[in-house]
């Protein structure tokens, strides 16, 4: 078992910024990836980033350039940095990792994009 603990989710206005973090508990050793993934109101979880243990990333088309995901490894801890924030970007941001068990997520934090 994994346990993931989001943080730092909150209300923000158009153009600015948020961090979110999760930590790793748990079984930490079965993890492979680790990652990032939406879901607004009336819309079906999506991607937004990955990254591997070796540190390879992935991201949604749509956040390139304006998010960033980076993990410490030492603290079990993966970060998402979000710039340049859009209305459209408001949702339940979920913390996924992915492992040779099955996925596991946290439970959500809310980020509100106001315009």
């Known amino acids: 078992q994994v346990q993931l603990v989001e943080s730092g989710g909150g209300l923000v206005q158009a153009g600015g910024s948020l961090r979110l973090s999760c930590a790793a508990s748990?079984?930490?050793?079965?993890?492979?990836?680790m990652g990032w993934y939406r879901q607004a109101p009336g819309k079906q979880r999506e991607l937004v980033a990955t990254?591997?243990?070796?540190?390879?990333?992935n991201y949604a088309d749509s956040m390139k350039g304006r998010f960033t995901i980076s993990r410490d490894n030492a603290k079990n801890t993966v970060y998402l940095q979000m710039n340049s924030l859009k209305p459209e970007d408001t949702a339940v941001y979920y913390c996924n990792a992915g492992t040779g068990h099955g996925p596991f997520w946290g439970q959500g934090t809310q980020v509100t994009v106001s315009s």
């Open positions: 748990g079984n930490i050793f079965s993890i492979i990836t």
């Open positions: 990254i591997t243990n070796s540190g390879t990333t």
